[in-house]
């Protein structure tokens, strides 16, 4: 079933509306194919390899301690709880992961994290559009009601309360500071003496971090996905970089990042995030066709993020307790305990809004259309196809989801989403259909 523009199938009925066709994701010309898995603004990220992985890796980094020891250590415990992995080469991170321990970086998918392990930091969007203009943001269920920039920290806090920059310690030459800690997630930034060196190669990048020692620091690692993306601003109206420069990271570079995470199906490609342009794609550990830098992060978990799923009055939600959200449990257009019942529901980025800012279930009518940060974080990297914990969110469609993000550069005509088929944050026209998973406020 789709919908288009303000739902005026599910409102009013009127089911001889003209729906638009789903549009393609942004390409170019690029030719190399061996060495990008998807798409970003200036590339056409193509596999090599088809994805054969539908819901798992099997492969786990070779240890020196057996099944029985890593169960028994796990056993019992939260996602994110500390273990500790013999593994060679040597990890600077040991957590449990579904009652098993792994070593983020292992050069699997099977290692990778089930989702962030921190409270989750805002876009840095700030301002409201309709289709042709910036607006003042508007209430209830007014067209285009329920945007990125009307909830979330940035809604009541400026930039300086979350990254206070730490002016006794830093670069003499540059006169930057050497880290810098983001308060909301809690995690600290390597900020000098960043590796920009041409063709840095995945585990070179990801050995540079684990053998890193600054700032009076020796366990810094390369980030996983969901940890460089909490410092992506996608609310900056530029090409040139998707980041504080002028204020906190100004030796960072308009450029990809390497991250610790493994494409699922794909163990010779990672997950990288692209500073200019916003986009989160794999591309292989080998690359020599694109620049892929490598910046560290430390901190250890301080509590996992624990997802429940339950069912009210037959309706199926999932609750972030950590960050206090509850989630639609079935993509829109789907019901029943099991999601099993209904036909998924598309619609362009204003029938998203609206039909989120709208809807009554299992209880609540104060739903809302999750923003980038929001929605990327229920993606699972573990798996493809889809991309997400299919106990929780079942029968999820490998398709696009669209985000209350829009794009800040091209705010009328673009916005982003995340495409459950594989875990890519991307753009997508505002006029093109996209899934839709609602989310709510549980405070």
Not at 51 to 58: A, G, V, W, Y
Not at 245 to 252: E, G, I, L, S
Not at 310 to 322: A, C, L, P, Y
Not at 346 to 357: K, Q, R, S, V
Request: hydrophobic share 35%; with cysteine; aromatic share 12%.
């Amino acid at each position: 079933m789709r919908i288009h523009f303000v739902l005026m199938v599910i409102v009013c009925g009127c089911a001889d509306l003209h729906l638009p066709d789903a549009q393609a994701f942004d390409t170019d010309t690029s030719t190399d194919d061996t060495n990008v898995s998807n798409t970003d603004d200036t590339e056409t990220d193509t596999a090599t390899q088809d994805s054969t992985d539908t819901q798992s890796d099997t492969g786990m980094d070779t240890a020196t301690q057996d099944d029985t020891e890593t169960d028994t250590q796990c056993r019992g415990l939260a996602d994110f709880s500390p273990c500790a992995l013999t593994t060679t080469p040597e990890y600077p991170l040991d957590i449990c992961v579904d009652g098993h321990c792994v070593s983020p970086g292992c050069d699997d998918a099977s290692c990778n994290p089930p989702g962030p392990h921190f409270p989750l930091a805002d876009t840095y969007m700030r301002v409201c559009y309709s289709d042709v203009e910036s607006i003042s943001c508007p209430l209830d269920d007014s067209p285009f009601a329920g945007q990125d920039a009307q909830h979330g920290w940035d809604v009541t806090h400026t930039i300086d309360q979350r990254f206070p920059v730490d002016t006794d310690t830093g670069d003499t030459e540059t006169a930057a500071p050497a880290t810098v800690t983001d308060l909301v997630t809690g995690l600290m930034w390597q900020t000098t003496g960043i590796w920009y060196e041409p063709w840095v190669f995945w585990e070179d990048a990801r050995n540079r971090c684990s053998d890193l020692y600054h700032a009076g620091y020796n366990d810094w690692r390369l980030p996983d996905v969901y940890e460089l993306m909490s410092i992506v601003n996608l609310g900056r109206p530029s090409y040139v970089y998707m980041f504080d420069a002028a204020y906190v990271f100004t030796t960072f570079r308009a450029d990809r990042f390497w991250t610790s995470t493994t494409q699922s199906g794909q163990s010779d490609f990672a997950w990288t995030v692209n500073f200019q342009y916003g986009h989160v794609v794999p591309l292989a550990k080998s690359n020599t066709y694109y620049d892929v830098y490598a910046v560290c992060v430390r901190s250890m978990p301080t509590s996992g993020r624990t997802l429940t799923g339950s069912n009210v009055s037959g309706e199926r939600i999932v609750t972030d307790s950590t960050n206090q959200l509850t989630w639609q449990g079935c993509a829109a257009g789907l019901a029943a305990e099991d999601c099993a019942q209904g036909t998924i529901l598309e619609a362009n980025w204003e029938g998203a809004l609206l039909y989120c800012a709208t809807l009554d279930f299992a209880g609540h009518t104060d739903w809302r259309l999750p923003d980038a940060v929001e929605l990327a974080s229920i993606v699972d990297y573990r798996f493809n196809d889809p991309s997400i914990q299919s106990d929780l969110f079942p029968q999820t469609p490998p398709l696009p989801f669209w985000t209350s993000t829009a794009r800040a550069l091209f705010p009328y005509e673009e916005g982003w989403i995340v495409d459950f088929s594989s875990g890519h944050r991307t753009l997508r026209d505002k006029s093109a259909d996209g899934a839709i998973r609602c989310v709510r406020d549980d405070l």
